[in-house]
Structure formats: structure tokens, C-alpha cells
T-cell receptor, first 109, second 114 residues
Framework: EDQVTQSPEALRLQEGESSSLNCSYT??????LFWYRQDPGKGPEFLFT???AGEEKEKERLKATLTKKESFLHITAPKPEDSATYLCAVRGNAGKSTFGDGTTLTVKP | ETGVTQTPRHLVMGMTNKKSLKCEQHLGHNAMYWYKQSAKKPLELMFVYNFKEQTENNSVPSRFSPECPNSSHLFLHLHTLQPEDSALYLC?????????????FGQGTRLTVV
């Protein structure tokens, strides 16, 4: 059974304080690892898809990386508007997406 | 505008009511999904439709009844719900079930059962 574990559960940062969120996974035949951002009361907003170990993608202050066992979402010099819950999901050979519990990020000004 | 639109955004219903949630996608996708998101829990996949055919039902109680009349529309019919069914119900779509690509989500319907 595919599994996704995200850590930490919650992260509080000062504005400008860089950090990383972790997503550890086990999956039968990785077809994609996905990062989403979710604001309270709203649907998840797609950020990145990674397909193979060594792959990296960037968008503004966010950078996602992938190894065979985990993915990191690096946040550089975060701003208060980056506060949200970040979700990680994997899709395996069965075509089913499995989501983690998410990391709730709070960035204080 | 995410390309996936859900209505209503909020719904309060009694346990004896019948209501329906609607989802429409404008992305040309062939797979559509219903997820349930409860507080402090990960997203739970409920149903999957691929090319209008239901391909997955994750042991969802029969008081939830999905309908997919075409690849662009998805409904979730609700009847005799319980208070524990209160949650955010999310619709998503993707290119197709087996495709590598990401899923895009709607803004959700916040359901409260009283």
C-alpha cells in the first residue's frame, strides 16, 4: 500500500527565515509526486509535479526536489503570504493518488 | 479560476434532507474525482470516474451517490446524512486515470449536517 508521511506537522517561521518541508513516501512504481498548497476553506492549488529522482522544480520562493524515498519543499526567504498548508501526494502504478496529512506553515512578519 | 468549479460553496442540511453537489471542469480532462476532507485528516478519495465510467468506490456509504453524465460534469447526491459527514467535499479532475499528470481541484463545498 502506498504511504506518504509529511513532517513537520506544523512549522512557524519568521519572515525571511528559510526552511524545508519533508515528504517521505513508499509507492509501487512512482508515476508522479505532487505538491499542493491549500489555504483554509479552499481547495488545494497545484504547485509542482516531480517524476524521477534528481528532478528539481522552482517557482518564486519555492523549490521542490525528489529522491527515491523523499521529497523536499524548500522555502527561501518566506513571506507572510506563504502561510498555508502544503500537501504532498504520490501516484503509483495503480493510478491512485495518496495524500499526506500536510504541513501547516505560518510565517510571521 | 482553477478550471474546476463546485457549487454550492456552502451547504447546511438536515439529516432527512436530500441535496446534490455539483462539479464542472473546463479543462478537457477525462477523469474526475470526489474527495472528502475532514479536520485533522488527510484527503480521502471517495469516487473516481474515468471516461464517464466509475472505476473506484472506496467503501463509501450508500448515502453518498455519485453521478457522471459526461466527462465535464460530476455530481454527488446526498441523502440521510449523519453529523459525522460534515466536511469539505472536493472535486478534482485530471487528464485521465492512468496519466502521470496532476489533478486540479475545485474550491470545495463546505457541508454541515445538522
Amino acid at each position: 500500500e502506498d504511504q506518504v508521511t509529511q513532517s513537520p506537522e506544523a512549522l512557524r517561521l519568521q519572515e525571511g527565515e528559510s526552511s524545508s518541508l519533508n515528504c517521505s513516501y513508499t509507492v509501487s512504481g512512482l508515476r508522479g509526486l505532487f505538491w499542493y498548497r491549500q489555504d483554509p476553506g479552499k481547495g488545494p492549488e497545484f504547485l509542482f509535479t516531480l517524476y524521477s529522482a534528481g528532478e528539481e522544480k522552482e517557482k518564486e520562493r519555492l523549490k521542490a526536489t525528489l529522491t527515491k524515498k523523499e521529497s523536499f519543499l524548500h522555502i527561501t526567504a518566506p513571506k507572510p503570504e506563504d502561510s498555508a498548508t502544503y500537501l504532498c501526494a504520490v501516484r503509483g502504478n495503480a493510478g491512485k493518488s495518496t495524500f499526506g496529512d500536510g504541513t501547516t506553515l505560518t510565517v510571521k512578519p | 479560476e482553477t478550471g474546476v468549479t463546485q457549487t454550492p460553496r456552502h451547504l447546511v442540511m438536515g439529516m432527512t434532507n436530500k441535496k446534490s453537489l455539483k462539479c464542472e471542469q473546463h479543462l478537457g480532462h477525462n477523469a474526475m474525482y470526489w474527495y472528502k476532507q475532514s479536520a485533522k485528516k488527510p484527503l480521502e478519495l471517495m469516487f473516481v470516474y474515468n471516461f464517464k465510467e466509475q472505476t473506484e468506490n472506496n467503501s463509501v456509504p450508500s448515502r453518498f451517490s455519485p453521478e457522471c453524465p459526461n466527462s465535464s460534469h460530476l455530481f454527488l447526491h446526498l441523502h440521510t446524512l449523519q453529523p459525522e459527514d460534515s466536511a469539505l467535499y472536493l472535486c478534482a479532475s485530471s487528464q485521465d486515470r492512468a496519466h502521470k499528470g496532476e489533478a486540479f481541484f475545485g474550491q470545495g463545498t463546505r457541508l454541515t449536517v445538522v
